[in-house]
């Protein structure tokens, strides 16, 4: 304390008066949110990540007799507990354990108690191996079957090799057989499946039908040829056999082939646990699920929540641009301007899946069904004709009371009578334009042949790119708006003073300006659309979606199919799978590249704002 | 007629007329009958107090304030000889013809070339060969094509304060207008570069019209042939530069131009 002054001040005193309290308190309200993002994010990086590292395997001897010997059981500790016994309160040390195998055990988890366990070990020759079907399997091996005569010993030198070379034979065969059905007979059915609906709508005359048929016959022999490849393949997939004993003493055979991936975890270095965690992580990131999604990879959710929030990106942007530069420069001040700026902003507070009801109703059954059968209830052909009549008459009304009216009067303001006239002119063209559309009766749809199967009419990748761009619709006017605003007045009037006029100044000087700007707002609606699952759900999401939105088969993007969401696939893995036990982990995983794909996007764009930043660089204003 | 000052009247054309002008901001009239002329490759300075309602006028002869609501005239402006108020005069074209230099330097967010062309391109030409001519001769005459010749193509934000004011003078002149107007063009920067502006000014009066608006009389003083006084929305005194500071008719004029009031 300073010696001038005779009577210092407390020292509470002075704390409040340099409000030291108060800093400390928002210091304490930014800590708080910074420990609860960073927990968040640590945790699901452990467990998102860990999913993918090799865990050793114990084999665990009960104390209960099975068959006259110790009850054996082999698997990887993933949880321990300590539990309150219901009968007795007594502490009880609980382990749960893996035990893949699902086909032998029924489940894939138990859990035991640690005073039933007389003995743990880490035999070396136990094999965790990925399968095609019922999961992991986790054994020790006994032989190899090539036919039933020949068979190799566990206990031979050549055995890991020669499994090892059988494996990745097995998995050529898959590779193989996915090509053939998915590509080659894919297209095939697709060609198909055209040819029939032509062949439906020909004349029923023979000579008409005479040269489609022959050509469908050809394709359904094309067909039978490669059906019956794919057959042969399959056939072949199970010839060698693996023996493998499991812990109980069980002995069971299994196809080699069926088995995708396998590794020996008791017998693994560091470096080589790193290998099986690179491939898991990859396996991951690029192969299809099985299993009810609880195996294999992701790849199809990432895609579509890819190519979803790209499309909502690319249809919210001009949109957004295109009405906030309406609302900024154009409209008049006033009430109608004020409450229509509310109205925006509250739009932001509508409950996504409210939006999602919305994409349901007027996207998927009303646009999706007329683009799909025409109009439900068509008008009367006079009435139609009367309307279509109608439009042109008020368009040409419109134009003309328009167009008489030029610039260089804008000093005398056009009398109210007059525009209101021409407005109502101008909306009545447009509600009859919409009226001649809509219930044009001579429209039967796109997509009638398909029928009943609707091709536009149920949820797809558009319709939930464009539910989502309307949510994310409000973020982009707001930002937009404000970007607008922060172009320096000066600039605008050295632009119109050049002799611009005023939508030249807008295009070329203020929207350039407020780029920037725009960007955020488009940042903010990628992250939010991105990670939105609600309205998805009932506007094109699904669970397991055989082809992506986009592909090799003419017309190559396919915006009317369903697709898979990172989001969505949370969902379903943790609260819809059969066993919400063995899909944990992968919900994990699931988070954490959701998390990662929105970062990524993010970063992108705040990239870009940066360049177009750096380009119009701060001026000295 | 608006007449010019009686020692012009024979050798100079009045080329802008401002013909009993009045002009009302909503109710508040802000141009009380304005009525005088400005001649033809003649520096016209605009001077008097904060709200006197010079730089109405400067912004009235562009129709710059066309941009504000509820706005009201009476009287004319002619330039040369046509109302700029005629049903058959475009904004655009008129805000060709009369070129503007604001008081705060604001260079498009662009490079310094495509500053410079900005009112050729609205006007849609963009034959290269043309372009570049243009703004060779714009940037010299604006004196400053030895600055920045090496680095035409980068951003105009990069220039000091003084360089970016002449490059919105470059800008102002590129599409030859008739008539440059100048709004207080030196209030942003320091005393070299007013310097140079003024210098700059001089030259460009042989081919231009100027009209600036200054509050800063030693400016006028130095650059300008002719002084326009104005005080509460009244033009209260015009005549040439030198005697309207030296021989004030007007006690208004006199009061003002001595210091005792701003």
Not at chain 1, 153 to 168: C, G, I, M, W, Y
Request: aromatic share 8%; proline share 6%.
């Amino acid at each position: 304390m300073s010696d001038a002054h005779s009577n210092p001040p407390s020292s509470a005193a002075l704390l409040s008066s340099k409000g030291e309290i108060k800093v400390w308190l928002t210091a304490t309200g930014l800590n708080v949110g910074l420990f609860m993002v960073a927990g968040l994010l640590l945790l699901i990086t452990w467990n998102g990540l860990s999913v993918f590292w090799p865990q050793p395997v114990s084999e665990f001897t009960l104390t209960s007799e099975k068959d006259g010997a110790p009850e054996k059981i082999a698997g990887i500790i993933t949880k321990q507990k300590t539990r309150r016994s219901a009968a007795t309160g007594q502490a009880i040390e609980e382990i749960q354990i893996f035990t893949g195998n699902r086909d032998a055990y029924g489940l894939a988890f138990r859990f035991l108690d640690q005073s039933s366990l007389a003995s743990t070990t880490l035999p070396t020759d136990y094999i965790v191996a990925e399968r095609s079907e019922y999961g992991k399997a986790i054994f020790t091996p006994v032989r190899l079957e090539f036919s039933p005569t020949q068979s190799l010993l566990a206990n031979d030198p050549t055995f890991l090799p020669e499994l090892h070379r059988l494996v990745k034979e097995g998995n050529d065969r898959r590779a193989e057989i996915t090509a053939l059905e998915k590509h080659e007979i894919g297209a095939i059915n697709a060609r198909i499946d055209k040819l029939e609906i032509r062949l439906r709508k020909a004349d029923p005359s023979p000579e008409a039908r005479a040269p489609l048929e022959q050509e469908l016959a050809t394709l359904r022999s094309e067909y039978a040829t490669l059906a019956a490849q794919a057959t042969t393949l399959r056939d072949r997939q199970k010839i060698e056999k693996l023996v493998y004993r499991l812990a109980s003493g069980e002995e069971r055979s299994q196809a080699v082939a069926e088995i995708i991936h396998f590794y020996q975890p008791n017998q693994l270095t560091l470096v080589g646990r790193f290998k099986i965690f690179l491939h898991h992580a990859l396996a991951f990131l690029t192969e299809e699920p099985r299993e009810a999604n609880t195996e294999g990879g992701i790849f199809p959710a990432i895609f579509g929540t890819f190519v979803m929030t790209l499309l909502m990106a690319a249809l919210v942007t001009p949109l957004g641009i295109i009405a906030a530069i309406y609302l900024h420069e154009y409209a008049k001040p006033g009430i109608m301007l004020q409450s229509i700026r509310i109205c925006v902003n509250n739009l932001a507070g509508v409950p996504s899946i409210v939006f999602g009801v919305f994409g349901l109703g007027f996207f998927v059954y009303g646009v999706g069904g007329y683009i799909d059968h025409g109009p439900a209830y068509p008008l009367p052909e006079r009435w139609w004709f009367l309307a279509s009549l109608g439009a042109v008459v008020t368009l040409i009304l419109a134009l003309l009371l328009t167009l008489k009216y030029s610039p260089t009067q804008a000093l005398q303001p056009k009398s109210k009578a007059r525009s209101f006239t021409e407005n109502s002119l101008w909306i009545s063209t447009a509600l009859l334009t919409l009226l001649t559309l809509a219930k044009c009766p001579y429209f039967h749809g796109f997509f009638a042949d398909k029928l009943p199967s609707p091709t536009f009419g149920t949820g797809g990748i558009l319709w939930a790119s464009i539910t989502l761009s309307l949510m994310t619709l409000p973020v982009v006017i707001v930002a937009t708006e404000e970007a607008l605003s922060a172009v320096p007045r000066g600039v605008r009037e050295a632009a119109l003073a050049c002799g611009a006029s005023k939508w030249q100044m807008i295009q070329r000087i203020a929207l350039p300006g407020a780029l920037p700007g725009v960007m955020t707002g488009i940042i903010l609606a990628m992250a939010r659309g991105a990670g939105e699952v609600a309205p998805l759900m009932i506007t094109g999401v699904v669970k397991l979606a055989p082809s992506l939105p986009l592909d090799g088969i003419a017309p190559f993007i396919h915006a009317e199919r369903k697709f898979m969401h990172l989001g969505f696939h949370i969902f379903d893995l943790g609260f819809q799978s059969p066993d919400s036990e063995a899909a944990k982990p992968m919900v994990f995983a699931t988070t954490l590249l959701l998390i990662f794909l929105v970062v990524v996007l993010n970063l992108t764009a705040i990239q870009i704002r940066s360049h177009l930043r750096r380009k119009l660089q701060a001026s000295a204003f | 007629m608006p007449p010019l000052p009686l020692h012009l009247q024979s050798s100079a054309r009045p080329f802008i007329e401002v013909d009993h002008f009045d002009f009302w901001y909503g109710p508040k009239q802000v141009l009380h009958d304005i009525h005088l002329a400005f001649p033809e490759n003649h520096i016209t300075a605009l001077i008097g107090p904060s709200g006197c309602g010079k730089t109405t006028l400067l912004r009235n002869l562009n129709r710059m304030n066309d941009l504000v609501d509820g706005i009201r005239h009476r009287g004319d402006i002619r330039l040369d000889g046509t109302s700029l108020y005629d049903p058959k005069v475009e904004v655009i074209s008129l805000r060709k013809r009369v070129g503007m230099v604001f008081q705060k330097y604001n260079p498009f967010p662009k490079s310094i070339y495509e500053n410079v062309i900005f009112s050729l391109r609205v006007a849609g030409r963009n034959d290269r060969r043309q372009l570049d001519e243009v703004v060779e001769k714009s940037l010299r005459q604006a004196a400053l094509w030895d600055e920045v010749k090496d680095k035409l193509h980068e951003s105009a934000f990069g220039l000091s304060g003084g360089q970016q004011q002449r490059l919105c003078i470059a800008r102002a002149i590129a599409n030859r207008p008739q008539v440059l107007l100048m709004d207080e063009p030196c209030a942003a920067l320091d005393p070299i570069a007013t310097l140079k502006i003024e210098e700059l000014m001089t030259q460009l009066k042989d081919e231009f019209t100027i009209v600036i608006v200054t509050h800063n009389m030693e400016q006028a003083r130095r650059v300008a042939d002719l002084t326009a006084f104005f005080y509460l929305g009244k033009l209260i005194e015009y005549d040439e530069t030198l005697s309207l500071f030296t021989q004030p008719s007007q006690i208004q004029t006199e009061a003002y131009i001595s210091g005792r009031f701003s």
